[in-house]
């Protein structure tokens, strides 16, 4: 639905949501398999003043998707109320940020979530509105979890055909045991997530039901759409990175499709803040380098859809649209 706004810039399209998976130096080192993550390094009062002056300047609202363990630290808790005086949501992205958290039991999963929970809102003074799982993992007994506490959605699921190749890039730059490696089995979802759908429907859940909100891939083709990825197009070619970005934008405007913008941290980080991170692809470029383009992704992105944090969104595709009901199958 077009409509006029009041600053004169009309979009173009639809809403699209924009978060920040807020994931610390010391949970890529953990999932990585590397040492010294225990002692919890953090580098958001690095990264966060600098999203928060991104927003600003973009003005955009987002939804941050905060680490419970993160929230447990006092050193972060100027970055993470900074994140929630700037009017930005607050989201869930567990404590532990294991990506095999589907393996827990029931018991530990609602402990995982509850002990996130109120780590997040006693740091933020914020309840948080919805939930990631670490590395999309979901399961039956999270979304239960979720459903019970009254959360306004979920937003765990990437349908995308890619994860399963992540992955093996993934292990191919770490040096995991076998066992090591089957706990992350699924890091970053498994074939079968790249069947799910990729527009919001509704989970049925004991007798109740929960928002899914999926994380966007390109309409038809599947491929990833986020930021980190077109930084790391951008390495081969800028021209490139930016034509995929507009197709990927004009696909979404024809079949209908709101985007589901994804950033994290190292989107705004660069070699000459960290070298222990260099296994990432796109931590070879300097962090204003960086700046640069990810600010070009979401000014194309602002031009043609309306940005809103996640936990917005859900409240008006709940009211205004009759959404598909899915069953959870592991
Ligand atoms: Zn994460």
Redesign the pocket.
Known sequence: MMRQRSDGIRPEGGRATLSL???NEW?YLKTHGDSGWDAFPSYLDVAVPRFLSLFDELQLRVTV?V?GQDAAIDRNAESLQAIARAGHEIGN?SFA?EPWLHLYTDQEIEQEITMAEEAITRATGKRPVGF?G??YALSGQVLNVLARKGYQFDASTLPSVLGPVARAYYFMTSGMNRKERQKRKILFGSWKDGLRPIDPYLWQVNGSTLLEIPVTTIPGLRVPFHVSYLIYLSRFSIAFAKTYLRTTLRLCKLTGTEPSVLL?PLDLLGKDDFSNLGFFPGMDLVASRKRVLVEGFLREIKKHFTIMPLGEYAGQVRDRRRLPLKQFSA
């Open positions: 998976d807020l994931d949970s998707f680490v992205h940020h990631r670490p590395g994290h």
